[in-house]
């Protein structure tokens, strides 16, 4: 039987797709070695435009208007800035949406331009260009470990990867971020609340991954500067212990950590099919190792991770897969498989399954 899957794995061959959010020029070559910090590509957007109605805004006549604008066609605004008000009683004034210039001004309206700027894409993971996609970006190879996670904030960042729980059921706390993780990328234990979440902004982290974030701080972690993984769900959760060891074995080396998803406003539980995912990947030294089958069947041996209670998380070995349909103590028959996790052996249904890869 197919299950949906997650990757962690300790040696695999990485591939990373780094594209650009619309078509641009790429900057790299098929087998180039590359940084993270390098270039692949880049494209210049649009001009942004806007059409300010002085006049109505302010209720003043065009044919008046000009007398209380703030500004005059060539000038310079921030986002924000009075472009024309009128003092007295029940004073208003119309602002500037963005940063931009002054380029036109006609019956009672300001046009507002603000310069286009190139938008910049970086390697983020070290390694080899496998492949060029005209106008679009690169796939990006290299060896190492890789670890999929089911919710990210949408950032992105290179930096050390240092533990700051003692355990894979330890939350991340404010006393536990110092100046010494400037920069650095946090693993904590079961989650984070707010106060961790101010400490690591003061602090300046690189990134922060964990085993599961309250569904109430999510909006918050989506304003913060740096990239926030969550690795088993939401909620309550703690860490696979099977993440945390891996973790824990890659502290001090260098990591790509990546937040980006489909959509950041829900979290991707494991799905079979090539679906954009958070992950962590550590590039290493070796030379070769062998792809993740993503089509792996559901054998005697396997690796696996409970996805539901009472067993959320929990990752452990199948041990053996009966035929037919298991009654379970709801009353329900379901396929199911039997797991070794660390302390006990369960009966537990596929669909409360997930492969780890």
């Not at 695999?12 to 650009?20: A, D, F, H, N």
């Not at 024309?84 to 210039?101: E, N, W």
């Not at 039997?338 to 249904?349: A, I, R």
């Amino acid at each position: 039987m197919i299950l949906p899957f997650s990757i962690v794995n300790p040696l695999t061959r990485i591939e990373v797709l780094r594209q650009l959010p619309q078509p641009g020029k790429v900057l790299v070559r098929e087998n180039d070695l590359i940084e993270s910090f390098q270039l692949v590509g880049e494209y210049t957007p649009p001009p942004q435009f806007a059409i300010i109605n002085a006049s109505r805004e302010l209720a003043i006549p065009p044919k008046k208007i000009a007398r209380y604008l703030d500004v005059k066609v060539g000038d310079t605004v921030e986002e924000g800035a009075a472009l024309a008000s009128r003092g007295g009683m029940g004073g208003r004034s119309c602002r500037a949406p963005f940063s931009g210039v002054v380029t036109g001004f006609g019956r009672g309206r300001l046009l507002l331009e603000a310069p286009s700027r190139p938008v910049q894409l970086s390697a983020l993971l070290p390694g080899t260009v496998a492949r060029v996609l005209p106008g679009e970006g690169a796939i990006i190879q290299a060896f190492g470990a890789f670890i999929q996670g089911v919710w990210g904030n949408g950032k992105e960042v290179f930096g050390v990867l240092r533990v700051a729980a003692r355990n894979a059921r330890q939350s991340l706390r404010a006393k536990k971020l110092d100046a010494s993780l400037q920069g650095a990328i946090v693993v904590g234990g079961a989650g984070l609340d707010e106060e961790a979440l101010a400490q690591a902004v003061e602090v300046q982290v690189g990134g922060i991954i964990v085993g599961g974030v309250s569904p109430q701080l999510m909006p918050r972690l989506l304003t913060v500067p740096f990239p926030v993984v969550v690795i088993d769900g939401v909620g309550k959760v703690s860490m696979s212990e099977v993440v945390f060891k891996l973790l824990r074995s890659l502290e001090g080396r260098e990591a790509a950590l990546s937040g980006q998803m489909s959509d950041l406003r829900r979290p991707v539980w494991s799905r079979l099919g090539n679906v954009e995912r958070p992950y962590l990947a550590v590039p290493m030294p070796a030379q070769n190792a062998a792809s993740v089958d993503r089509n792996a069947p559901l054998t005697l041996g396997s690796r696996v991770r409970a996805l539901r209670q009472p067993y959320t998380g929990m990752s452990g070995v199948v041990v053996e897969i009966p035929r037919g349909l298991a009654l379970l103590e709801t009353g329900a028959r379901r396929p199911c498989v039997k797991v070794e996790f660390e302390n006990e052996t369960v009966l537990v249904p596929h669909a409360n399954l997930e492969l780890l890869l």
